[in-house]
């Protein structure tokens, strides 16, 4: 069973407009939540990341908003550009010694220009 | 600094071999994770090494194993392949172990006829 969901596989949107990406989790447990982008050919690279003590992240065009009540977050690109066109992973952590990451499936963003 | 490396970067194996993988993380990252990537499942967690010792794994079978060096570079092994093996295996290095901020090379496609 996935713990962490992105039930969008895919996503379109306009250059310049805001894109969107969900991702609910259902294990209370979590503290730590992670954003990675993938490039076909290369590894999933680091993108931002939100403790469970905050409800928003940002760094630059990105921003993670944490709903910790409904056990869902999102990403919010703005304004979205060609170049962020990449599938984009939703991780989990919990705590302890053995803290590791799950992840979702993941979401396919088109950002055409 | 140079990233993660991992090589071969694709394999095409038969059932039944065996194959090793190997894995180099960036200088001065101790932590070395594995990952199986396929379309159905996302990323799982293999194992995690640290100071040449596995500090953590996943639910995989014995068929796959893994080590580490001295010098940080890791490898993993899977025995007696099967077809449901082949995936893109994803390495990533961490300064600390349970760090759950990782830098990822660009993976291994295996490929298992």
């Known amino acids: 069973d996935q713990q962490v969901k992105q039930n969008s596989p895919s996503l379109s949107v306009q250059e310049g407009r805001i894109s969107i990406l969900n991702c609910d989790y259902t294990?209370?447990?979590?503290?730590?939540f992670l954003w990675y982008k993938k490039y076909p050919a290369e590894g999933p690279t680091f993108l931002i990341s939100?403790?469970?003590i905050k409800d928003k992240n940002e760094d630059g065009r990105f921003t993670v908003f944490l709903n910790k009540s409904a056990k869902h977050l999102s990403l919010h690109i703005v304004p979205s550009q060609p170049g962020d066109s990449a599938v984009y992973f939703c991780?989990?952590?919990?705590?302890?010694?053995?803290?590791?990451?799950?992840w979702g499936l993941g979401t396919s963003l088109a950002v055409n220009p | 600094k140079a990233g993660v490396t991992q090589t071969p970067r694709y394999l095409i194996k038969t059932r039944g071999q065996q194959v090793t993988l190997s894995c180099s993380p960036i200088?001065?990252?101790?932590?070395v994770s594995w990952y199986q990537q396929t379309p159905g499942q996302g990323l799982q967690f293999l194992f995690e090494?640290?100071?040449?010792?596995?500090?953590n794994k996943g639910n995989f079978p014995g068929r796959f194993s893994g080590r580490q060096f001295s010098n940080s570079r890791s490898e993993m092994n899977v025995s007696t392949l099967e077809l449901g093996d082949s995936a893109l295996y994803l390495c990533?290095?961490?300064?600390?172990?349970?760090?759950?901020?990782?830098?990822f090379g660009p993976g291994t496609r295996l490929t298992v006829t």
């Open positions: 294990n209370s447990m979590f503290d730590y």
């Open positions: 200088s001065g990252h101790r932590s």
């Open positions: 939100i403790s469970s």
């Open positions: 991780a989990a952590s919990g705590t302890g010694n053995n803290r590791k990451l799950i």
């Open positions: 990533a290095s961490s300064l600390v172990p349970g760090s759950v901020e990782q830098y």
């Open positions: 090494y640290f100071s040449e010792t596995q500090r």
